[in-house]
């Protein structure tokens, strides 16, 4: 079948031999239809309940959900103790790869659990209390993952904070939260270099904090500044505390963490999630999205644990499902570009889940260096984050999948928890450049601002796209924003309050299959990388600085990272013509407020911004100038001519 859209080969079935012996069928489509909550109750039986519930959904305080209510779990104990019973102690949870070669680990499910349990007495000792909320800010290492589930198993909130992100953005993370302690590092590596990481927590709780306890792994052997008191080293009180512990189980609306991530103003919102849903979903759909065969398969996906793709997709799903899997500490180009590729070479990696800019980049290197390997154990791929352009899905199920393998374009965001849109392999064939169909167990739409259905039709045309919403409520799906229930409605459910149907963010499509296109988000949220980031936060780090008197930021499409930051400028009158070198230290700026992630691409010094009558700033006409389009509808403008001065300037 050929698409009509791009005209070239549309559809890719899976092959029969992976069909046949896929986790997912066809019936699964149809019994979530039939019984849509029966379904739900199935699948969280997947997890070991220690008080088992009786009610499935309580949807009558909507928006805020209510699932398997009267039910009590452990969380840590489904990921690590039930299969340690189960009799598989002695496989591998984690093939860990730090960033130096030949840094390298394997950590069995009888290890982990001993880890969890030590570190669980320890936090205890620290103070810690279920309900607590404890950030970690630490690089890709077991600790890590040894963190978020010894506050699992405490029923402590785990905040992880990207390590990437500087102190100031870490200390908005750790107040809003009033953590108590925080997990890190003494340095981590970057590009062969061993950099400080504590450093950045002592200047977030250096004043005004809630943080009574610093604990600390102890990495990369570089000096480290000590608070005696606070400051506790991992290697004194875990490697020493008991390894026996017993889980008490909590409710399976007990919340299991908070994770800050951006919307649409500079404040980032603490997303809350809770236990028995959210393990539910992200149990069930590693299983059947990612076909995981436990005893068999070597799974990878390689995002941080400072995203919810690594809280899902590399701590409670994989773990959950008793899955083996590699956790790899440094970036894919150090030492040099071959370095996923010798990974996936060395364990037998079969399932791959990575992010489309990352796809990119290796086509970018060219696929000499994937061909210079050995890609055969690879059986199925994954991409999550931002839409996949077409070019780039077949170039990685060419290169990496030898053409053969299935990929799973999974949509879903930091509030849906786990995927939501995505083809089941083996049973949905998949499209390049779209997420095919919800899940089963998910129900979602595109619609016009009415909550009309918008399909392919005469009427709407073939291209038309609307808003992606999810009208029916999901295990996984968020609590609320900590300590805000009212932008929690504002954000996600006011748009379609009527209907009571959560509004994602992304514009979205059918194509004449029925399948699901995601356009991208159509709010002042940009997607550099796959990494979320507002354009109020990176404005309000410009105008952070002492020479810029406003700023505007809009995101671009940009062909390596999807989208790319553009900053214009109003410097203050005394800086007003603003050289090169004041726009490498505005670019800094932001990279130093917020995170190397966040430097705009480009930062223009402007005499005006395009304002409405109204005082508002119209980035739409600024994304206009910035991809260099005509400009769209200006009659709203205050003043018509600015565009003239911003090209000038440009
Ligand atoms: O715009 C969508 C895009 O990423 C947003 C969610 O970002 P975040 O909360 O950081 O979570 C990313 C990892 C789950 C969405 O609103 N997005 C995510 N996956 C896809 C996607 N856009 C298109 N296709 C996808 N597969």
């Known amino acids: 079948m050929t698409d009509t859209f791009t005209e070239a080969p549309a559809t890719y079935p899976a092959s029969v031999e992976f069909a046949a012996q896929a986790n997912g069928t066809e019936a699964l489509y149809r019994e979530a239809a039939a019984d849509r909550l029966g379904f739900w109750a199935k699948q969280a039986n997947r997890l070991s309940w220690q008080t088992p519930f009786t009610e499935v959904l309580d949807w009558s305080e909507a928006p805020f959900a209510k699932w398997f209510a009267d039910g009590a779990l452990n969380v840590a104990y489904n990921c690590v103790d039930r299969h340690v019973e189960a009799g598989l102690g002695e496989r591998v949870a984690i093939h860990w790869e730090g960033e130096p070669v030949d840094d390298r680990r394997s950590i069995t499910y009888a290890e982990l659990f001993t880890d969890v349990c030590r570190a669980a007495n320890a936090l205890t000792a620290l103070g810690l209390r279920a309900g607590d909320r404890v950030a970690i800010y630490m690089p890709m290492i077991p600790e890590a993952v040894v963190a978020m589930l010894a506050c699992a198993r405490l029923g402590v909130l785990h905040s992880v904070v990207f390590a990437g992100y500087a102190a100031s953005a870490l200390k908005a993370r750790i107040d809003d939260a009033e953590a108590k302690v925080v997990i890190t590092t003494d340095g981590q590596y970057r590009r062969g270099q061993a950099v400080p990481l504590k450093a950045a927590v002592d200047e977030a709780v250096s004043t005004d904090t809630t943080v009574e306890h610093v604990l600390v792994v102890r990495r990369t052997g570089i000096e480290t500044p000590w608070r005696e008191g606070r400051d506790v080293w991992w290697h004194d009180v875990v490697d020493s505390a008991s390894p026996d512990h017993t889980p008490q189980a909590f409710n399976s609306e007990h919340p299991l963490f908070l994770l800050y991530t951006s919307g649409t103003t500079g404040k980032p919102k603490g997303i809350v999630h809770t236990s028995g849903g959210y393990l539910t979903q992200a149990s069930y759909t590693h299983h059947y999205v990612f076909d995981i065969k436990p005893e068999t398969d070597v799974y990878w996906c390689t995002a941080d644990i400072g995203w919810i793709t690594g809280h899902s997709y590399v701590v409670y799903g994989p773990l959950s499902n008793g899955a083996t899997q590699v956790l790899y500490e440094g970036t894919p180009a150090w030492p ?310 911003i090209r000038a300037a440009r």
């Open 336 to 645: 040099d570009q071959h370095r996923h590729f010798e990974i996936i070479e060395r364990y037998g990696v079969t399932i791959y889940y990575t992010a489309p800019t990352l796809v990119r980049t290796f086509m970018k290197w060219g696929r000499d260096i994937a061909d210079s390997h050995d890609l055969s154990t690879l059986r199925l791929l994954g991409t999550v984050g931002e839409p996949i352009n077409p070019e780039a899905w077949r170039w990685y199920r060419e290169v990496f999948g030898a053409n053969e393998t299935p990929i799973v374009d999974t949509w879903w965001q930091t509030e849906t928890g786990a995927a939501m849109i995505s083809p089941l392999p083996g049973v949905t064939e998949c499209k390049p450049g779209s997420a095919t169909r919800p899940l089963p167990g998910i129900s979602a739409r595109v619609v016009d601002d009415h909550g009309n259905l918008i399909e392919p039709s005469p009427e709407y045309g073939e291209h038309a796209s609307g808003y992606l919403v999810l009208d029916q409520p999901w295990p996984s799906m968020l609590r609320g924003i900590w300590g805000d229930p009212k932008r929690f409605r504002e954000t996600y459910w006011s748009r379609f309050a009527d209907r009571g149907w959560y509004f994602a963010g992304d514009g979205a499509r059918y194509d004449l299959d029925g399948n699901i296109w995601v356009l991208g988000r159509i709010d002042d949220v940009m997607n550099v990388s796959g990494h979320r980031i507002s354009t109020a936060e990176v404005e309000s780090a410009l105008v952070g600085h002492a020479h810029v008197a406003e700023a505007a930021v809009v995101g671009a499409s940009d062909e390596h990272t999807g989208q790319a930051i553009i900053a214009f400028v109003i410097l203050q009158a005394d800086r007003a013509d603003g050289g090169a070198e004041m726009i490498e230290e505005l670019r800094a700026e932001v990279a130093r407020e917020i995170s190397p992630i966040a430097r705009p691409k480009e930062v223009h010094v402007v005499p005006e911004l395009p304002k409405t009558r109204s005082g508002k700033i119209m980035r739409r006409l600024l994304r206009d100038v910035a991809e260099g389009r005509e400009l769209g509808d200006t009659s709203t403008l205050l003043d018509p001519t600015v565009f003239e001065a």
